[in-house]
């Protein structure tokens, strides 16, 4: 089975402009982009054949062959990382039976959850689509809901049935919690929807002749576009194994990701 990781990267981030060469700081002082760190998580994946980045940006792409990346030039008007997957793939010429959607705002992916997504989808042969999940404790969960009352877009959340197949996912926190009380290190009912794919060749090349739904439009979220086209999507449940994990999203976010790095210890 060979798998193909893409990092999907764009400079003109709607949240967040140039994200992906914002400079974060590890553990001994040093600073790296944010498209360095979704690289080095890729590179600590067992099982895979090869690594690219997806850009449209000649500075992102610059950074990257720097630090000695793999780039794949994708069009301007990708509205998303699946359809940045999508022309990375068809540029290389296929030839995977995976193609993983590591996005490349997520540096504290463990490797763990790649390859439990990478098997998750395996163990599935009706699913298209695979997605990890991760149950918040009660300390992920404050950190949602005070995201939303600020009236920032945090992390997205997953609702999912008896076999793992996907219902829904929002960038509300869902289900309802409020007035419910857990301590920092309680599981809650709130899955965190990590930002990674795993998709079938053929469910890739068709998502981008498919318009968007007005979920996806509403949501913003990329992979409703499979559930409004009745394309089933796996949920996998991965753990943190005691690893905190977020993603970049919004400026304030930074100092959230440096802050676990340093406590991991990573450079």
């Known amino acids: 089975m060979a798998t193909l990781i893409v990092i999907p990267a764009r400079f003109a981030s709607v949240r967040y402009p140039g994200k992906a060469l914002v400079p974060l700081r590890g553990a001994t002082g040093v600073a790296k982009s944010l498209v360095r760190r979704s690289w080095d998580a890729a590179q600590a994946v067992q099982g895979v054949d090869r690594i690219v980045v997806a850009t449209d940006d000649d500075r992102i792409k610059d950074e990257a062959n720097g630090f000695g990346a793999e780039v794949v030039m994708t069009s301007p008007h990708c509205a998303n990382g699946t359809e940045r997957c999508a022309e990375a793939l068809d540029a290389l010429g296929g030839g995977f039976d995976t193609v993983v959607n590591l996005q490349g705002d997520a540096p504290l992916t463990p490797h763990w959850f790649v390859e439990d997504l990478v098997a998750g989808l395996d163990a599935h042969p009706t699913a298209e689509v695979a997605t990890p999940v991760l149950r918040c404790d009660g300390r992920a ?77 509403l949501e913003g979220l990329e992979q409703l576009r499979f559930l409004e086209r009745e394309h089933p999507v796996q949920c996998v449940e991965v753990k943190s194994r005691g690893r905190q994990f977020w993603e970049l999203n919004n400026p304030e976010d930074v100092p959230r990701i440096e802050a676990i790095l340093t406590e991991l210890g990573m450079e």
């Open 141 to 217: 969960l404050t950190g949602f809901l005070e995201d939303r009352r600020a009236g920032r877009v945090g992390g997205t959340t997953a609702v999912f049935g008896a076999e793992g197949k996907a219902l829904y996912f929002s960038k509300e926190v869902i289900p309802h919690t409020e007035g419910n009380g857990w301590t920092d290190t309680q599981p809650t009912p709130v899955f965190h929807h990590v930002g990674v794919y795993a998709y079938r060749p053929s469910a890739l090349a068709a998502y981008p002749h498919w318009a968007p739904g007005p979920l996806e439009q």
